[in-house]
């Protein structure tokens, strides 16, 4: 780019300098985050796809009177707590098993672990100081890394849906497509919740571990909130702060969307992520 | 105090202070650096540089004072700002599955597509096998990465700190070529180091930053007249020794009597007259002077408490 020409006027600046600095275009710190994780988001989609595979496809071989026998024979407290009391239709097993417990649990390991590296794991152990300190703001290293969690959970729900409906179809279960759909977004929305305050832990304070421990923390409370709450006389209050019950307890997959729950797991994820923008755009990076 | 006189000044910091906690990083520095230039600024680790550093690419924030790269102030200046500089970080962190090859393109990327050109000269003169996967890299070659991304874009001002940390002495040559060629493009650099002798080659102007502060700020002739030259007679006899001590200018006057003979050692700065005159009455067997190396008077800064050296006008000289 320095030519001979551009040499000769030292006193407009160097040289060397290309004519007008380039920043960063829009989405170049998306595709790198992403690359980075397309092993990683590969492995988890097709573990998530092949555990709910096995455990919808359980509905068929389970026979119904075995199944109401054992659930008689348990106290009726633990079945409430488990949510087994629906377990003899085909929306309820799903909800009490693919839905309600493995995938949250896959989801959410992966959500929050991806969740508390990509920005303050990154910036613990340096690795996202070049990138920090190049021709892109902070906001946008934030909202772009954020994005990348966005795509990466709408990638594995898609792929345990895709093979809970097919085997719906297939072993014709009784649950209505617009179900299962309801509960693939209450699913994506309870897990995207959980990862954003991660996210935002971790951009407020630049500790990886605390992210963690806020996001893994707010949801073994949800989920024991959740499951104590058919148990207690008073239980109703611990309902109204579990972000399992806002997701599970308007039974998705029969009844379809729950605006107010759904509604409110968008809510904490809107706002964990203006939090992560605003505190990690005021504060010392790196220390 | 902008425009006109500042045209020329690419980086001034004026009473920086960071606080960490109750930790004191920086405490009142002042800087500045005009354009064109290569400067050294020195100091252990610990002594507030990166903070400096950090600072000047807005990764921290001043606690007080105020700091100013090519004309902005680094938080106001943001991307654009920063797509004019060139940073090598001091601990150098990178990691995954993606070759250095990846990994330039997309810092490429994060410039608005700069430097791409520059890429395949720069890894063949720093000899790095740019198809293998970073995790695999070495120290020193993950510092050959950091120096290419560094000077890929053709910065108008390049930071580096502890530049050469990593790379061999051969290597070290050739990244001081690369300095020297940026500052023929009419580039400046600011290049923080431990060690003196790596920055005194290619420097015009050295800082000695110590606890937070700027202690000495001078070009690089200057400082090595600080430094002064180390003085070895050795006299026939006794000789009183508190002549010399008493001379000004002598310093660190050591003395060792053996086989008849008396050997004094010093340090000397400033004009040998005075010495010469103190040793001309007795019978010299054998002298010596030669320079000391600026690494000494670096050293020099560490021992003295700041407080004295603060009052010494003669050693802070007239940079600051």
């Known amino acids: 780019m320095a030519t001979d020409t551009d040499r000769q006027q030292p006193e407009t600046g160097p040289a060397h300098v290309a004519p007008a600095?380039?920043?960063?275009?829009?989405?170049?710190?998306?595709?790198?985050?992403?690359?980075?994780?397309?092993?990683?988001?590969?492995?988890?989609?097709?573990?998530?796809?092949?555990?709910?595979?096995?455990?919808?496809?359980?509905?068929?071989?389970?026979?119904?009177?075995?199944?109401?026998?054992?659930?008689?024979?348990m106290p009726e407290g633990l079945v409430a707590a488990l949510g087994y009391d629906q377990l003899g239709s085909a929306?309820?097993?799903?909800?009490?098993?693919?839905?309600?417990?493995?995938?949250?649990?896959?989801?959410?390991?992966?959500g929050i672990t991806f969740a508390a590296r990509t920005l303050a794991g990154g910036e613990e152990d340096g690795s996202l100081e070049l990138e920090l300190t190049s021709a892109v703001s902070r906001r946008r290293v934030v909202l772009e890394r954020y994005a990348v969690l966005v795509v990466q959970l709408v990638v594995v729900v898609a792929a345990l849906s895709i093979v809970v409906v097919a085997l719906v179809v297939a072993i014709d279960m009784d649950v209505a497509l617009s179900g299962l759909f309801a509960?693939?977004?209450?699913?994506?929305?309870?897990?995207?919740?959980?990862?954003?305050?991660?996210?935002?832990?971790?951009?407020?304070?630049g500790r990886r571990v605390i992210g963690l421990v806020v996001g893994a923390g707010v949801a073994v409370v949800g989920y024991v909130a959740n499951a104590l709450a058919p148990l207690l006389d008073d239980g109703r209050w611990l309902e109204?702060?579990?972000?399992?019950?806002?997701?599970?307890?308007?039974?998705?997959?029969?009844?379809?969307?729950?605006?107010?729950?759904?509604?409110?797991?968008?809510?904490?994820?809107?706002?964990?992520?203006?939090?992560?923008?605003t505190t990690f755009d005021r504060r010392d990076l790196g220390v | 105090m902008t425009t006109a006189a500042d045209a020329g000044v690419v980086i001034r910091a004026e009473g920086l202070v960071k606080d960490y906690g109750d930790t004191r990083a920086l405490d009142g520095l002042d800087l500045t650096i005009r354009r064109g230039e290569v400067f050294g600024f020195l100091g252990p680790n610990g002594s507030g540089k990166s903070t400096t550093i950090r600072i000047l690419l807005d990764q921290l924030r001043p606690t007080a004072g105020r700091a100013e790269v090519l004309g902005h102030v680094p938080a106001a200046g943001g991307p654009a700002l920063r797509a004019r500089i060139g940073y090598l970080p001091g601990e150098l962190a990178m990691d995954g599955r993606a070759t250095s090859q990846q990994l330039l393109e997309h810092l490429v990327r994060l410039r608005g597509g700069a430097g791409l050109?520059?890429?395949?000269?720069?890894?063949?003169?720093?000899?790095?096998?740019?198809?293998?996967?970073?995790?695999?890299?070495?120290?020193?070659?993950?510092?050959?990465?950091?120096?290419?991304?560094?000077?890929?874009?053709?910065?108008?001002?390049?930071?580096?700190?502890?530049?050469?940390?990593?790379?061999?002495?051969?290597?070290?040559?050739?990244?001081?070529?690369?300095?020297?060629?940026?500052?023929?493009?009419?580039?400046?650099?600011?290049?923080?180091?431990?060690?003196?002798?790596?920055?005194?080659?290619?420097?015009?102007?050295?800082?000695?930053?110590?606890?937070?502060r700027i202690v000495d700020l001078d070009d690089v002739q200057t400082l090595r007249r600080h430094a002064g030259q180390h003085v070895s007679f050795t006299f026939e006899g006794h000789v009183?020794?508190?002549?010399?001590?008493?001379?000004?200018?002598?310093?660190?006057?050591?003395?060792?009597?053996?086989?008849?003979?008396?050997?004094?050692?010093?340090?000397?700065?400033?004009?040998?007259?005075?010495?010469?005159?103190?040793?001309?009455?007795?019978?010299?067997?054998?002298?010596?002077?030669?320079?000391?190396?600026?690494?000494?008077?670096?050293?020099?800064?560490?021992?003295?408490?700041?407080?004295?050296?603060?009052?010494?006008?003669?050693?802070?000289?007239?940079?600051?």
């Open chain 1, 240 to 277: 109204a702060i579990s972000p399992f019950a806002w997701y599970l307890d308007g039974d998705p997959l029969v009844e379809g969307i729950d605006v107010v729950g759904f509604g409110a797991l968008a809510l904490v994820a809107v706002v964990s992520l203006g939090v992560a923008v």
């Open chain 1, 21 to 73: 600095p380039g920043v960063a275009p829009p989405g170049s710190v998306l595709r790198w985050a992403l690359r980075e994780q397309r092993r990683s988001l590969l492995l988890w989609s097709l573990a998530v796809a092949v555990v709910s595979g096995i455990y919808a496809s359980f509905f068929d071989v389970m026979d119904p009177s075995e199944m109401d026998a054992l659930i008689g024979s």
């Open chain 2, 240 to 320: 009183d020794a508190g002549v010399f001590r008493a001379l000004a200018g002598v310093e660190d006057l050591e003395v060792e009597v053996a086989d008849g003979t008396t050997t004094l050692t010093c340090v000397l700065r400033g004009e040998p007259d005075a010495l010469l005159k103190a040793a001309a009455p007795n019978r010299a067997l054998r002298w010596s002077a030669h320079d000391r190396e600026l690494e000494d008077l670096f050293l020099d800064h560490y021992r003295v408490p700041a407080a004295e050296l603060r009052a010494d006008e003669e050693v802070s000289g007239d940079g600051h």
């Open chain 1, 91 to 110: 929306a309820g097993f799903l909800e009490s098993t693919v839905y309600g417990l493995l995938g949250p649990i896959l989801l959410l390991v992966f």
């Open chain 2, 117 to 212: 050109a520059r890429l395949p000269e720069l890894a063949e003169r720093f000899g790095l096998d740019t198809s293998r996967s970073i995790r695999t890299l070495s120290k020193g070659n993950r510092q050959k990465v950091g120096v290419i991304q560094a000077f890929m874009h053709r910065p108008e001002l390049l930071i580096l700190d502890e530049p050469t940390s990593g790379l061999d002495p051969l290597l070290q040559r050739e990244f001081l070529t690369l300095v020297r060629e940026a500052q023929a493009d009419g580039a400046t650099v600011f290049m923080s180091s431990h060690v003196l002798s790596e920055v005194e080659i290619v420097a015009e102007r050295v800082a000695i930053i110590r606890q937070g």
């Open chain 1, 183 to 205: 509960g693939g977004l209450g699913l994506f929305l309870l897990v995207l919740a959980l990862s954003s305050l991660t996210f935002a832990a971790g951009a407020a304070t």
